[in-house]
């Protein structure tokens, strides 16, 4: 691990080893004191262009005014008002804005992705009175026991805990094909798969509640599937009477330009997962359904935080503030003019094998001269961006993921970019 810039955060720092578990993971010794839009200063007062938005929480930006005076009206009113055993106004115009959004009529709300996932599966399984699921090679739904048993990104998620009954398939990794087909003439094997070998070697559809599946894989590497992909999905799905979740914990809140990243490949999900900048930087989550799915009795399915009343008034600020804004349209420009400088890079740095990503979700993969993985490499030039000054995180076997705040300028973002180009000309 290297240094970090100065004693106040070695102090911090070494306050933190001794009593914060271990089990959480820092690529390098940031400690974060402040942030407004899309600049975070640390608590040595060094500020930095933050091209990870959180984990792809802020869109909206860190001090967002407007959110910021959502979450102080709402807390001279009142913090908690135990929204699952009374009633409040402002959890019911947050699911009003989400069903003007999305069309879905019916919300559940809890506190992160990986509860909503957890909603989503208990949903499923209570609808169709199955107990199994499809999820993907590469996917990451959270760290509860039934969101885990759906994620398969790595081993260390996993190892030594129970999981539920899933199946696991191949995501369209065109990039990099687990299959070693070429796309189009591949005809999407990766999915038809389901229906060709899952459901006749391993898993009944019959006992199949709902296939998992992120429109644009996160944890995994930042992949973006054919859009024939997600179609397909659909299909086996509707052809064998199964759910389609989709897991929009980190594409969604037009991250890639449409509100949900699944309209970006013409398809609708049965149920919905979302979270990270729903919240606006407090906990939220929320599982959206139809009224005919999402039909199950009281005491089905409960928390004691979801439906937050500041939590709610945040998220329905935030998401006042980017429809306003266009704030969709804002990331598929930006994000196209990040790609094409990214991929001005290629020829310069062989260690960008590929470039990929819809509006401001873009991953970039590290190889080695002979095309496979290199996380060490990785893992150099996100240390090396902390030292030029820009937020970078890791994901996937090798790569680099850009999910700014969707406030960034364009100025902010060329900025961060020559920055790492700094950083690639120090690592690789």
């Not at 009206?73 to 402002?90: M, W």
């Not at 009175?129 to 999820?135: F, T, W, Y």
């Not at 429109?215 to 859009?227: D, L, N, T």
């Not at 100025?411 to 690592?427: C, I, P, Q, S």
Request: glycine share 10%; charged share 25%; net charge negative.
């Amino acid at each position: 691990m290297i240094e970090p810039f100065g004693p106040r955060a070695e102090e911090i720092i070494q306050r933190d080893c001794n009593i914060i578990s271990p089990c959480l993971s820092r690529p390098y010794p940031l400690v974060i004191e402040r942030a407004r839009g899309a600049t975070i200063t640390d608590v040595e007062g060094k500020t930095y262009i933050d091209l990870g938005a959180g984990t792809a929480v802020m869109n909206v930006g860190y001090s967002n005014p407007e959110v910021s005076a959502a979450i102080t009206a709402q807390l001279e009113k009142i913090a908690h008002g135990d929204f699952s055993s009374f009633f409040a106004e402002p959890p019911v115009r947050l699911a009003e804005k989400l069903k003007q959004l999305t069309g879905y009529d019916r919300v559940f709300f809890c506190n992160s992705g990986t509860e909503s996932v957890e909603a989503a599966i208990k949903l499923a399984m209570w609808k169709l009175h199955r107990q199994s699921l499809v999820g993907f090679y590469g996917a990451f739904h959270g760290r509860t026991l039934g969101s885990l048993s759906l994620t398969c990104s790595k081993i260390e998620h996993k190892e030594h805990f129970p999981t539920i009954r899933v199946v696991h398939a191949h995501y369209g990794y065109c990039y990099r094909c687990p299959l070693h087909l070429e796309y189009p003439d591949c005809g999407i094997e990766c999915a038809r798969q389901i229906e060709t070998l899952i459901f006749k070697r391993e898993l009944s559809p019959k006992d199949t509640a709902a296939i998992v599946v992120e429109p644009i894989q996160g944890e995994g590497g930042y992949i973006v599937p054919p859009p024939e992909f997600h179609q397909e999905i659909r299909r086996i799905c509707d052809d064998n009477g199964i759910l389609m979740v989709a897991d929009e914990v980190q594409a969604g809140c037009y991250r890639t330009g449409t509100f949900m990243a699944m309209e970006n490949f013409g398809v609708r999900a049965d149920i919905v997962c979302m979270a990270k900048a729903l919240g606006a930087g407090l906990p939220m989550g929320a599982t959206l359904s139809s009224s005919s799915i999402m039909d199950w009795p009281p005491g089905t399915h409960s928390n004691t935080f979801g439906g937050n009343l500041l939590a709610s008034a945040a998220s329905l600020a935030a998401l006042n503030f980017m429809e306003r804004e266009d704030i969709g349209t804002r990331a598929q420009q930006l994000g196209d003019h990040l790609m094409m400088r990214l991929r001005e890079m290629q020829p310069k740095y062989p260690a960008i094998g590929d470039v990929r990503g819809l509006g401001l979700m873009i991953g970039v993969e590290i190889v080695k001269p002979d095309g496979s993985i290199d996380p060490d490499t990785r893992d150099r030039i996100v240390v090396e961006g902390f030292k030029e000054g820009i937020v970078l995180l890791p994901c996937g076997d090798s790569v680099i993921r850009f999910c700014p705040p969707l406030v960034i300028t364009k100025e902010e973002a060329d900025t961060g970019l020559d920055r790492f180009e700094a950083a690639m000309k120090k690592a690789v």
